[in-house]
């Protein structure tokens, strides 16, 4: 379906994918370049109307009904994952929308805490949901705006624009080089003779802890040592001559910034020229940055990236997402259509190593880029 052009009356369902991060991590609040892509794992929620001003929503894993009063003000309650939904509720409450009432089972194939994006599948599905009920809609730029704010507003993460603006624009086929100054959008194709495998370490990570709104506070004190309004204007050179002046932390992570906004194009570049040395070369160097300079990986994370370089066919691996956790992202080799399993063999051979090494039986799946948001009648 496309834009809504009328309010829908029938029971339906709206998905929204995650996304896994190719490289360029931590550079989207720096006004930096990212290369996300969706993903086919996915938050659904399935939607009944009602005859009142309430949404009554419930997941799959928690069948005590939240209730919340489209009425009148909805404000954060706790730490509750249900501010994901308040806020994009009354971020559209704000701009006038009039949401009719309505019941949802939430259910998803993307797991949470693994750094996949699953708050902003769930937000970019519950605005789908309200563009649906209300049958009008925002540009998809300024849907994933209203998103990043619920998320900082009502979940207390002061994320950049890379995940809603993946999810919101995912293209089959595609990640996306997304310029997070100017906004711009570069659809890039990604070779059908290679995959992308996801692999989770087992280790569940909470950007609310306080770690990423840190790494947030130290690249914008470099900048401001640095004299610019964010790192996306210091130069490798620049930085360099400015080593006295910055402190070892925030030289540290100044130096993460500007070398993963430098990868982002370089990698663009190879993977348009299959250059498959350059790729695996890129990634190696932005899971060493993340973990040393930028202080966001974990020894398991380290331990995947370690072992995928044994693992034949595995062109190169690095953490993804925001880090203290999560997956870590591989691309693979799949060879021609009628090679089906090479890519699944080169994924299992990754997990038994994890699993020998490190005892956990990581859960694992390739995936191909994905489309964004859906909406299906029921």
């Known amino acids: 379906m496309s834009s809504p052009s009328e309010p829908v009356t029938v029971s339906f369902a709206a998905s929204a994918p995650g996304r896994v991060n190719l490289i360029g991590e931590h550079t989207d609040y720096n006004d930096g370049f990212v290369l996300p892509m969706a993903i086919e794992r996915h938050v659904t929620i399935r939607v009944r109307p009602r005859g009142d001003r309430l949404a009554v929503l419930r997941t799959q894993r928690d069948r005590r009904p939240v209730t919340i009063d489209l009425t009148a003000t909805i404000h954060p309650v706790g730490r509750s994952w249900s501010n994901y939904v ?94 997070c100054r100017s906004r711009e959008i570069e659809p890039v194709p990604i070779d059908d003779t290679v995959r992308v495998l996801v692999i989770d370490s087992g280790v569940k990570h909470s950007l609310a802890d306080g770690e990423y709104a840190k790494r ?20 490798p050179a620049d930085l360099s001559r400015a080593v006295p002046a910055l402190p070892a932390t925030e030289l540290a992570r100044a130096r993460h910034v500007v070398g993963e906004i430098a990868r982002v194009p370089a990698f663009v ?90 005892g956990i039986d990581a859960a694992w799946f390739l995936t191909a880029a994905a489309s964004g948001p859906t909406v299906v009648v029921e």
């Open 86 to 179: 308040r806020g994009v509720i009354e971020g559209y409450r704000r701009i006038g929308f009039a949401i009719p009432g309505f019941d949802a089972e939430i259910s998803a194939t993307l797991p949470a805490g693994a750094g996949l994006s699953s708050s902003a599948a769930i937000e970019v599905a519950m605005a789908t949901v309200v563009e649906t009920l209300c049958g009008r809609s925002l540009p998809r730029a300024e849907k994933a705006l209203l998103c990043q704010q619920a998320e900082h507003e009502y979940a207390g993460v002061p994320c950049g624009i890379m995940d809603q603006f993946a999810v919101c624009f995912g293209q089959a086929g595609h990640a996306l080089c997304l310029d």
């Open 216 to 235: 947030r506070r130290e690249c914008a004190e470099a900048a401001r040592l640095l004299g610019v309004s964010s790192l996306r204007d210091v130069t």
């Open 269 to 358: 570049r190879a993977l348009s020229a299959a250059d498959w040395n350059a790729i695996g070369a890129l990634m190696g160097e932005s899971h060493r940055s993340l973990s040393t300079d930028y202080a966001v990986s974990c020894a398991e994370l380290d331990l995947l990236v370690e072992l995928s370089g044994r693992i034949p066919g595995i062109i190169g691996c690095r953490m993804t997402g925001g880090g203290f956790g999560g997956c870590a992202v591989a691309l693979v080799e799949a060879g021609r259509a009628e090679e089906t399993g090479r890519a699944e063999e080169t994924g299992r051979a990754l997990h038994d190593a994890y699993r020998a090494a490190s």
